[in-house]
């Protein structure tokens, strides 16, 4: 099926859903409220099935990425705590390259800069619009009345710094949380979850914050937050998503942050996004009619996303717990034993039936 499609938007959801339908044969507006592309956001890890979804869009040939399947999580001191591992394949982006690699795909003149959204009767006539404006969107405002944010709880504070690392890591403390990796490029992706109460007003400086919080911590945060300048930190209050009941309302349709806005605990917030815009296009161009394409695009993703916004939230009570944290640690730091030896066994037998089949042949 082909049609029309205004989406609202111009982040990762918007520009993966405008390609993937234009792609389709459909006429895209993109409607874009910046008069650029957004220029927040430092790494996203982009787990497969992301990955894969950037590769169908054609947007992932000459972006630069890092890989970040392993990693440490480290106590106060900088002792290994537990070794971390995402799946397989998972590979690191910059936020604005993959912006851009979105946006060189589509037509000249499909996304119109700022523009931002008044109303749906304001909107040219469309056959879906596609709400892909992020956590306090308009259009969600405007579509879906009951749709309500909760605060996480924590701020977060990131950026890059120009200093090298060698793999990942992320420091618990109590209500406390640090990262940092390899940025595509050169420098480190750095990051640091802060308990809501501990992290001062938004008007105070960033860096004396984090520094005064940070005070006690091993040398490697210590390094990233000597080497960045207060203008070079973006802070953020965390909201999620209450769920919704469905991301359609006649003719709307929610993607991304939209539709389920998360913590970033688990790094899954732009993977949903990419998923997402790619399993809207999928469903409208496979579907028989417009609302049998919005049913479909809801059933593949509701309940997904709204998993991945269960588990972030999990995530969040339990790095940035403050009460007890030594139970928390003892707790990860058996997991992490359970697991390597879980690795270990199954390279083991992995060898073993190699060694096996070589003999046989």
């Keep these: 099926m082909r049609g029309t499609a205004v989406i609202v938007g111009a982040g990762i959801a918007g520009l993966a ?3 993937s339908l234009v792609a389709g044969g459909w006429e895209v507006e993109v409607r874009e409220r910046h008069a650029g592309l957004s220029t ?13 979804a950037l590769e169908r869009l054609g947007a992932a040939e000459g972006l630069a990425s ?26 690191g982006v910059a936020r ?26 304001d909107l040219p006539a469309a056959d879906v619009v596609v709400a892909a404006d992020g956590v306090h969107s308009a259009v969600r405002a405007a579509a879906f009345p009951g749709a309500r944010l909760r605060d996480a709880g924590v701020v977060a504070f990131r950026g890059v710094a120009p200093i090298e690392s ?23 992706n750095w990051y640091a979850g802060v308990r809501a109460d501990l992290a001062g007003a938004r008007d105070d400086d960033p860096l004396a914050v984090l520094r005064g919080l940070y005070r006690d911590w091993h040398p490697q945060v210590h390094e990233v937050l000597a080497s960045v300048t207060s203008v070079q930190v973006d802070r953020r209050q965390i909201e999620e998503a209450v769920p919704l009941r469905s991301f359609v309302s006649g003719h709307v349709a929610l993607v991304g942050d939209a539709a389920h806005a998360m913590a970033p605990h688990l790094g899954r917030g732009g993977c949903e996004s990419l ?3 790619l399993a809207l296009a999928d469903a409208l161009l496979a579907a028989g009619s417009v609302p049998e394409g919005l049913a479909a695009y809801d059933a593949a993703r509701r309940k ?3 998993r991945a916004v269960t588990g972030s939230r999990i995530m969040n009570w339990l790095s940035n717990k403050q009460r007890h944290p030594w139970v928390r640690d003892a707790l990860v730091e ?14 083991a037998r992995d060898a073993s039936q190699t060694a096996d089949k070589q003999n046989a042949a």
């Design 66 to 91: 890092v890989s970040v399947g392993s990693g440490e999580l480290l106590r106060l001191d900088g002792r290994v705590l537990a070794r971390l591992a995402l799946p397989e394949g998972s590979r």
């Design 304 to 306: 997904p996303a709204q």
């Design 96 to 121: 604005m390259g993959l912006l851009e690699s979105l946006l060189a795909g589509l037509p000249e003149g499909t996304v119109r800069w700022d523009s931002p959204f008044g109303s749906l009767e």
């Design 17 to 19: 859903a405008a390609r």
């Design 40 to 52: 927040a956001g430092t790494l996203l890890a982009l787990w497969p099935t992301a990955y894969t």
């Design 334 to 347: 058996g997991a992490g034993k359970i697991a390597a030896q879980a690795n270990s066994r199954r390279s």
């Design 275 to 277: 998923v997402d815009g």
């Design 166 to 188: 060698a793999t990942g890591s992320e420091t618990w403390g109590r209500g406390l949380i640090f990262g940092r990796a390899p940025f595509p490029g050169g420098g480190s």
